[in-house]
């Protein structure tokens, strides 16, 4: 995987899990205050929840609620046990730091990519392949539906175009929707971005009768002026790219319900103090004219279910103008929405050193940041620390155990296949109990490990000024991948610079033992 699947990986990741605490908190804070604010003002709740789950940019805080949760989790970069070809990975917990060869059990490499390193590249694949099926979807089942409907178009009275005209100058609009009237429409209804297009389906007019008429119309024109044909594909635009997710399916729904009570209550903001009661008997009378039939999600129509209908009579019947008290009390929750929203976690903590601009926060080109606790380091660029050449460094930011965190990339064998390597640098340490290491691992096309190592032996642990480190492996013939970098393990910071990678003189020694295995059954009784 290389740096920009594992960035948009993580992007993907994070957008998640930030979006999912959203939509599960204003889920829950819908349910305390839904009766008391105002419909609109819970609508605009779900709009800034929607631009949450499509944008994946926010502010970082130490006071966001999704620095005291845990997001989705991010793809694990674990690592091989060394000396045991059958087995690809290992974690932190399995075997402890510092039981590795000098115990004569399984060395654990920290800080390499392992098996779930190319999972993270295909996560993200079938994630943008989900949405982008979805989205096609979308656009053609909305084309073809819209198109089906204009097939069985018939001719408008003149007086639903002139009641129309009317609603539309009442409205304050300045242009008058398109006017169909077809067989196949299920429901009144309107569509469209940039222009408005009013359907009606063959016959309703004559059955409803002109004053149930012009409250339907009043509806469709009224989602017109609020704009909510956009909201729509907002909506569906963050079902698309979380379709993995039902926590999302279902805010997409209530956000849909929601809509449609809010554009009652704007109507019926708008009508004379009688005209409430008018206002749903006509919705119960396009029900029944529609004969079971239904709206859907390419069209805001007057209703899409009977279950939904029955909870937008019973508001209406109930409907009340809104108070002051009420309509602050509705502000200040998107105003609390918002707040949370245009927030993050707080990833970095800028490291001590260092002035204005002299630090970066993530991986620089051509590196990108791994470990089995990613969102519990920060990793970067650091030009203060007295070197000729800029540093790069991995810091801890939240309490660690048995993790570990750092930078690596990977390259082509090709030029070093049947010769010795060196991989060197500089390593600094600032209170890191367990030290930090380089690491090398040469792979084979299947992605077999055939040389590796990892310093855990002798760590640059500490606070210790640049040390110098280094690993040397035999690349054999059949190699296909050289992966390596470097990583910090649990908590404290670490910084490397100066480093180099090349051929190894011939008097060089390895710094790890060929991987073998014997050719015949060993010490079956376990002699010591």
Same mark, same amino acid.
């Given at each position: 995987?290389?740096a920009?699947?594992?960035?948009?990986?993580?992007? +993907?990741?994070g957008?998640?899990?930030?979006?999912?605490?959203?939509?599960?908190?204003?889920?829950v804070? !819908?349910?305390?205050?839904?009766g008391? @604010?105002?419909?609109?003002?819970?609508f605009?709740?779900?709009?800034? @929840?929607?631009?949450?789950?499509?944008?994946?940019?926010?502010?970082?805080?130490?006071?966001s609620?999704?620095n005291?949760?845990?997001?989705?989790?991010?793809?694990?970069?674990?690592?091989p046990? #060394?000396?045991?070809?059958?087995?690809?990975?290992?974690?932190?917990?399995? %075997?402890?730091?510092?039981?590795?060869?000098?115990?004569? $059990?399984?060395?654990?490499?920290?800080?390499?990519? $392992?098996?779930?390193?190319?999972?993270?590249?295909?996560?993200? +694949?079938?994630?943008?392949?989900?949405?982008?099926?979805?989205?096609? %979807?979308r656009?053609?089942?909305?084309r073809?539906?819209?198109?089906?409907?204009?097939?069985?178009?018939?001719p408008?009275?003149?007086?639903?175009?002139? =009641?129309?005209?009317? /609603?539309?100058?009442?409205?304050?609009?300045?242009?008058?929707?398109?006017?169909?009237?077809?067989?196949?429409?299920?429901?009144?209804?309107?569509?469209?971005?940039?222009?408005?297009?009013?359907? =009606?389906?063959?016959?309703?007019?004559? !059955?409803?009768?002109?004053?149930?008429?012009?409250?339907?119309?009043? *509806?469709?024109?009224? *989602?017109?002026?609020?704009?909510?044909?956009?909201?729509? /594909?907002?909506?569906?635009?963050?079902?698309?790219? *979380?379709?993995?997710?039902?926590?999302?399916?279902? #805010?997409? !729904?209530?956000?849909?319900?929601?809509?449609e009570v809010?554009?009652? /209550?704007? @109507?019926?903001?708008?009508?004379?103090?009688?005209?409430?009661?008018?206002y749903?008997?006509? =919705?119960?009378?396009?029900? $029944?004219?529609a004969?079971?039939?239904?709206?859907?999600?390419a069209?805001?129509?007057?209703?899409?279910?009977?279950?939904q209908?029955?909870?937008?009579?019973?508001?209406?019947?109930?409907?009340?103008?809104?108070?002051?008290?009420?309509? +602050? =009390?509705g502000?200040?929750?998107?105003? #609390? %929405?918002?707040?949370?929203?245009? &927030?993050?976690?707080?990833?970095a903590?800028?490291?001590?050193?260092?002035?204005?601009?002299?630090?970066?926060?993530?991986?620089?080109?051509?590196?990108?940041?791994n470990?089995?606790?990613?969102?519990?380091?920060?990793?970067? @660029?650091?030009?203060?620390?007295?070197?000729?050449?800029?540093?790069?460094?991995?810091?801890?930011?939240?309490?660690?155990?048995?993790?570990?965190?750092?930078?690596?990339?990977t390259?082509?064998?090709?030029?070093?296949?049947?010769?010795r390597?060196?991989?060197?640098?500089?390593?600094?340490?600032?209170?890191?109990?367990?030290?930090?290491?380089l690491?090398?691992r040469v792979?084979?096309a299947d $992605?077999?490990?055939?040389a590796?190592?990892?310093?855990?032996?002798?760590?640059?642990a500490? &606070?210790k000024?640049?040390?110098?480190?280094?690993?040397v492996?035999?690349?054999?013939?059949?190699?296909?991948?050289?992966?390596?970098?470097?990583?910090?393990?649990?908590?404290?910071?670490?910084?490397?610079?100066?480093?180099?990678?090349? /051929?190894?003189?011939?008097?060089?020694?390895a710094?790890?033992e060929?991987?073998?295995?014997?050719?015949?059954?060993?010490?079956?009784?376990?002699?010591?």
């Amino acid at each position: 995987m290389n740096a920009m699947a594992a960035q948009v990986t993580e992007a +993907l990741q994070g957008l998640a899990g930030r979006g999912s605490l959203l939509v599960a908190g204003f889920l829950v804070l !819908r349910a305390i205050a839904g009766g008391r @604010v105002p419909a609109r003002w819970l609508f605009a709740g779900w709009i800034v @929840v929607a631009l949450r789950l499509v944008v994946p940019f926010g502010v970082a805080t130490s006071w966001s609620p999704f620095n005291w949760a845990t997001a989705l989790p991010r793809p694990v970069f674990t690592a091989p046990v #060394a000396g045991r070809e059958d087995s690809r990975t290992a974690t932190a917990e399995a %075997v402890p730091v510092g039981s590795g060869a000098a115990s004569g $059990g399984a060395q654990v490499s920290f800080g390499e990519p $392992g098996a779930t390193a190319d999972g993270g590249g295909w996560f993200g +694949l079938v994630w943008m392949s989900g949405f982008g099926g979805l989205v096609i %979807v979308r656009v053609l089942s909305s084309r073809r539906l819209f198109q089906r409907w204009r097939t069985t178009a018939q001719p408008t009275e003149v007086w639903v175009r002139a =009641l129309v005209a009317d /609603e539309t100058r009442v409205a304050g609009l300045r242009s008058e929707p398109e006017l169909i009237t077809a067989a196949a429409v299920p429901v009144p209804a309107i569509s469209g971005l940039w222009r408005a297009t009013l359907w =009606l389906p063959a016959g309703m007019a004559e !059955r409803l009768g002109a004053a149930d008429l012009r409250n339907v119309v009043r *509806h469709e024109l009224a *989602h017109w002026r609020r704009r909510d044909p956009w909201t729509n /594909e907002l909506l569906a635009l963050a079902r698309a790219l *979380h379709w993995w997710n039902p926590l999302v399916w279902l #805010a997409v !729904r209530t956000a849909r319900a929601d809509c449609e009570v809010a554009c009652d /209550e704007f @109507v019926m903001q708008r009508a004379a103090s009688a005209e409430p009661a008018a206002y749903g008997a006509s =919705l119960l009378k396009v029900l $029944g004219a529609a004969g079971g039939r239904t709206g859907t999600s390419a069209a805001l129509g007057v209703f899409e279910t009977r279950k939904q209908l029955k909870r937008r009579i019973t508001m209406i019947a109930k409907y009340r103008a809104p108070s002051r008290g009420r309509t +602050l =009390l509705g502000a200040a929750v998107v105003a #609390a %929405v918002m707040a949370v929203a245009a &927030t993050r976690e707080s990833r970095a903590q800028e490291p001590a050193a260092g002035g204005a601009g002299a630090v970066t926060t993530t991986a620089p080109a051509g590196w990108w940041e791994n470990g089995n606790a990613t969102d519990k380091y920060v990793v970067g @660029v650091d030009t203060t620390q007295g070197r000729p050449a800029p540093a790069a460094y991995v810091k801890s930011i939240a309490p660690t155990e048995k993790t570990f965190g750092g930078m690596m990339q990977t390259c082509d064998a090709k030029a070093y296949q049947g010769k010795r390597v060196r991989f060197s640098g500089l390593l600094k340490t600032a209170d890191a109990p367990k030290g930090a290491c380089l690491w090398l691992r040469v792979d084979d096309a299947d $992605g077999k490990m055939l040389a590796f190592d990892n310093m855990q032996r002798q760590p640059v642990a500490g &606070t210790k000024d640049w040390t110098p480190a280094e690993i040397v492996l035999d690349v054999p013939l059949g190699a296909a991948t050289l992966n390596f970098g470097f990583f910090l393990m649990d908590t404290g910071q670490a910084w490397v610079s100066a480093l180099a990678f090349a /051929e190894a003189g011939p008097g060089v020694a390895a710094t790890a033992e060929p991987q073998t295995i014997p050719d015949k059954p060993t010490n079956l009784g376990f002699a010591p």
